[in-house]
Each structure stands twice: as C-alpha cells, then as structure tokens.
C-alpha cells in the first residue's frame, strides 16, 4: 500500500498535492422536506443504472451533509477532459429536471457556466455578483436577476445574495428570461450531443484475461491508460520482461475510451517487442495492434504495482449483503452474466458515496484489476464477441477555417454552415489534448479593390467609435453601447458657456476703469508671451520632420484615417495569425480580417 501510495504521489495523482485545480465541485439542495440520504440513493441509482460512460480520471460521487444546510455534495476531478466536466453538468441538469433540488456547480476558475456564457451577458453579472445567483433547476440554468422594480425588490436578493435567500425565491424567476434564457443557449451548445459526443470506441487487441477485466469494469481503462501516460521507458521495459497478462493468447476486441484519453493514447510513442505482433503500416490491423500494446503495458505497470493487495472490503461485503435482503439481485445465481452486472453497478454506487481520495480510487482500481485477470473465465465468450470497427477519428484534424469558424460560433459572431467533410458532432469542440495536424489549408479568397476598400471604411469607422467610448479599470464599452446624444450635449455646453459670459460681463461693469485696464495690460502680454512659445514649439517640431513617416493627401497634409487603418493593418500582420492586441481590439468590433497567406 505505501509503494504504491509513494507512487501515485511521484506522479502528482494524489489530491493533496494537486487540490482543486482542473476539479468541478457541486451542491445539491433539496427545496421541498425529504431524507437527504434517501435522494442520495435515488440520484446515486439513476446515474449508475442510466449513464453508460467512461471517466477520464474520478467519476461522479455524492456524500450526504446535514450541516449548515441539509445538502448533497460531490466533487470530480476531471483532469484534461474539459467534455468531463461539461458531461457532469449535462447529468445534473437531468437530476434537477427529476427531483425537486437545486444545484450549485463550479470549479478552481468560478462559475465556469457564466465564464462560458461570458460574451451575452448583462455587465452587472459578474464574479461578486453572481454568487448564490446561478443554479440548475427544473433541467435549466437559472440565473436570479437584480431586482429593477420596487415590487421585484420584495422578491428577489439585493446586492449579494444569501444561500438561503436564492433557495426561497428561485422558483419565482420566469423561465424565459434574461439572463437566463441566453445562458441556457451556450450551455445547450456545449452539452447538445451528450453523452455520445464524449466517448470514442476503437478495435485493439488485448489478452483475453485483460478483455474479462475490461468488460467487467470498463473504468478501469482510464487507470491503465494514466498510468500508461506517466510511465517512462525503463518501466515499459520492465513491464514486458515481467508479463503478468496472457499475451500469448491475444483476441481482437472493441475498447471505450473518452475522447481525451485516445488523443492522448494515440500521441504516445510505443516500444516494439518480439513478445507482441506488430503489422506494418498500411496494414488494417497495424494501428489496433499498436493502441493494444499501449493498453496492455498500462495494465501491466498497474498490475506490477497493486499485486498481493487484498481486495477485502468489510463495508462492501455488508452492503452486498443488504442488497441481497432488499431483494435487488432478483434470486440470480451468483456466477451469471446478469448477476456480476448488478454486481458492478452496485460496486460504482457504493464506491460514489463513498469519499475516498484521487490515490485510493487508484488503488481500489489496481486491486480490482488484478482480482480479475486472475479470476476464471469462459474465454469462448470473448473469442466469438462480435467486434465493430473503430470509430471515425476525424474530428483530430484540425484546419485554421475550422478553428476560425469555432471560435466565431462560441462568441455569437458567426452562424455558417460547416464544412461538407466535417462532422456536425465532432466540429463542436476542439480537444485540449495533442491533436494531428493535417498540411492541407484552404484557399482564402482574395479581396478585390471594391471589398477592400469597403473593408478600410468600415474599420476607420468603428476605430473611431471604440476610441470615443466609455474606458475604465473594468474596461471599454463597446460600440452598442448607450451614448450620450452629441448634439443635445454640445447644445447644453453653449447654453452653460453663454450663461458664463454674461457672468464675466455682469462683473467687468462693476470694475472701475483702472483695474480693467490693468488686467487687459496682462491679457496682452501673456497672449504675445503663448505666441512666441507656440512660434518656437512649431519651429522645432518642423526641424526634428516627425511628419516624414505618416501618410499624406494630395494637399500635403497628414491623413489620420489612412495612417489609422495602415497601422492597425500592420500591427495584425505582425500578429501572424496569433492574439495580439490588434486582433483582440477588431475581433471586439466585430471585424474578420482574412489572413495574410502570400505576405502582402
């Protein structure tokens, strides 16, 4: 146990080390009077007998509080798989559609849902105001609004709102409003093509004993696949000289995986060995057996680790137990294929409620694996399993349109179709992990005189008005923005200047003679002084020809709109296709630029 616990800590896996980075935390709040463990079950039951899934790293749990508030808490680290914690919210929306509760999710950035949605919402949403304001309820995103009305403000929270005052007024707030209803349009984006979109089925070969394993309790390939990633070459070595599987009886089968974990498999450089049969490339078997012997020395590094520990579990044998006394086995015989499936799931549902660490689901998850490669098994099973080929890994080719085209659709900016090759599922998300990259870049098309000249007004134009907007520490308002009328407020300044001169004028009357004369005298002489520091200032700003680099008219003066937009065009050129500042400030304003392909 403290092998393998130094381990785990080697490679940071354990949850003190890591704490809640890259962790989606979550509260349940039953709104009507109920037994708090008793929705446990119920959530905990649906999840392991509806949702068929594999977890990049901890899967999804649920603990019982009574304390300050009677509530449900869980809390998952995904690790790199972002489409985790997204699935997670997908699950809980469908939780809150069945039971009466209310759920709080975030993760180590905040309210992850609001960042998601960062681009619609109101201004006065923001991370100190949120707080207690944003729930899953009824299968929606539910955001309490700031009272606008006298009659709202007997209604909804004021300010920072409290636990207990958003659990009372939630069932107030209209379900088709703002900000809610724009929220709830990112997040049906995000999660539109759950739970199918997240997993990713390859054809592989494995040993037969590690097909039981795997079939048995397909969790376990994100233990195998981890420990895969994190070993170095010497414990790949190590782990072929020292087989514990039967890789001499080796069957094609099909593996589910998350889509993070085969992009990251697939990336993996794999040694060759004379133990295991490699297929030139080309051939239609060369990349299963290359992604079976990943597999397979990850669940050898596993093994060589978790070997000798006990499997014993005084607390899931008494909950097996209760199991057979409620009835929930239905008199099956204990070595039937329907049996160990009850068995299995009543073995995630235990394992959910129970709160355990990153380092000790790890070692349940290597006991569990060497149990059952050790175990008996009918292998005629396995042998005449009908295998299907691998899915299509398409959505890893990634071209700068459809990047493009990604990050429009995510700010609302843009709505065009996909492209014909492309998968309406997989075109969604881009994978945070290693991705192949194809060399193939589409043709933009070339701007004629025409467009670009239209394109040069338009930018001139919206510059201008992002100049002339509100700034603060906070930022700049946008163009859209609400403004102050220009000609009323000029207006106002006329009527206040008229009013201050017939001031000035009221008072020089009661002036005697002298003293006008004398602060005429002064007005002279300052005015000739100003003239001849101005007279000198032009000189010397003529003799250093700062003039020389700008753009000119046909007159011979300076033209700020051509210099403007000849230096914005520059400073996106030398962005070379990155975020830069020119970039940020146009994307802002609304304008696509195309790219610079042939350096012109």
């Not at 989606?24 to 009507?32: A, E």
């Not at 170095?232 to 009886?249: F, K, P, T, V, Y």
């Not at 057979?324 to 959910?352: D, M, P, W």
């Not at 000609?487 to 300044?493: G, K, P, R, S």
Request: net charge negative.
């Amino acid at each position: 146990y403290n092998e393998y616990k130094s381990y785990l800590r080697v490679y940071g896996t354990m949850s003190l080390e890591r704490g809640d980075l890259n962790t989606i935390h979550y509260h349940i709040y039953p709104l009507s009077s109920c037994d708090i463990e008793e929705l446990q079950y119920k959530c905990l039951n649906h999840v392991a007998m509806d949702i068929n899934t594999v977890w990049n790293a901890e899967g999804f749990t649920l603990h019982s509080n009574t304390t300050p508030t009677p509530h449900l808490s869980g809390r998952t680290w995904f690790d790199n798989a972002i489409d985790d914690e997204w699935y997670i919210v997908w699950i809980l929306r469908k939780l809150s559609a069945m039971f009466d509760i209310a759920v709080k999710v975030w993760d180590d950035d905040g309210c992850f849902v609001l960042i998601e949605a960062a681009h619609v919402i109101p201004s006065w949403l923001t991370p100190d105001t949120s707080d207690n304001r944003v729930f899953l309820y009824r299968g929606r995103v539910v955001v309490i609004p700031q009272p606008g009305t006298p009659a709202e403000m007997a209604v909804y929270p004021q300010g920072r709102a409290t636990l207990h005052g958003a659990l009372a007024c939630i069932h107030l707030v209209e379900p088709n409003a703002s900000p809610s209803v724009v929220v709830n349009t990112v997040v049906d984006n995000v999660t539109a093509h759950y739970p199918e979109r997240k997993i990713h089925k390859i054809r592989c070969f494995l040993p037969l004993n590690l097909i039981h394993a795997l079939q048995s309790k397909p969790q376990l390939v994100s233990t195998i696949i981890s420990m895969y990633l994190y070993s170095d070459s010497r414990e790949r070595q190590l782990a072929i000289r020292n087989r514990r599987l039967r890789w001499e009886h080796v069957q094609e089968t099909n593996v589910r995986l998350t889509r993070c974990q085969y992009a990251q498999l697939y990336s993996q450089r794999v040694l060759t060995s004379h133990h295991w049969r490699h297929d030139p490339v080309g051939h239609k078997d060369h990349n299963a057996r290359q992604m079976g012997l990943k597999l397979t020395l990850g669940a050898e590094i596993v093994l060589s680790i978790a070997e000798g520990e006990s499997m014993f579990d005084p607390n899931f044998t008494k909950y097996v137990k209760k199991l057979h006394s409620y009835g929930y086995f239905q008199g099956l015989l204990e070595e039937s294929k329907a049996y160990k499936e009850l068995l299995n799931k009543a073995e995630v549902f235990f394992q959910a409620s129970q709160k355990q660490d990153t380092g000790s689901g790890w070692i349940n998850n290597g006991r569990t694996l060497n149990r059952l490669v050790r175990e008996e098994f009918d292998q005629e099973v396995y042998m005449t399993m009908e295998v299907q080929a691998s899915d299509s890994d398409s959505w890893m080719d990634v071209i700068p349109d459809d990047v493009q085209r990604w990050f429009l659709q995510g700010r609302g900016m843009d709505n065009s179709e996909p492209h014909p090759q492309d998968d309406p599922v997989n075109t969604l998300d881009l994978p945070k992990s290693q991705v192949k990259t194809i060399t193939t870049i589409k043709p933009q098309p070339k701007v004629n005189e025409k467009t670009g000249s239209t394109l040069a007004n338009e930018l001139n134009s919206k510059l201008q008005g992002f100049i002339e907007t509100i700034s603060s520490y906070e930022g700049a308002e946008m163009p859209g923005d609400p403004k102050v009328d220009p000609e009323a407020f000029m207006n106002c300044l006329k009527e206040l200047k008229g009013q201050l001169d017939r001031n000035i004028n009221y008072e020089s009357e009661s002036d005697d003679t002298s003293s006008l004369a004398d602060t005429e005298s002064l007005c002279t002489e300052s005015e000739e002084e100003m003239n001849e520091y101005m007279d000198a200032l032009e000189q010397q700003l003529q003799d250093a020809n700062l003039n020389e680099g700008f753009e000119k008219d046909k007159d011979g003066d300076v033209d700020v709109d051509l210099n403007l937009v000849s230096n914005i065009l520059n400073s996106f050129s030398a962005d070379s296709g990155l975020n830069g500042p020119a970039s940020s400030v146009l994307a802002s304003l609304g304008i696509h630029l195309p790219r610079n392909d042939d350096g012109t």
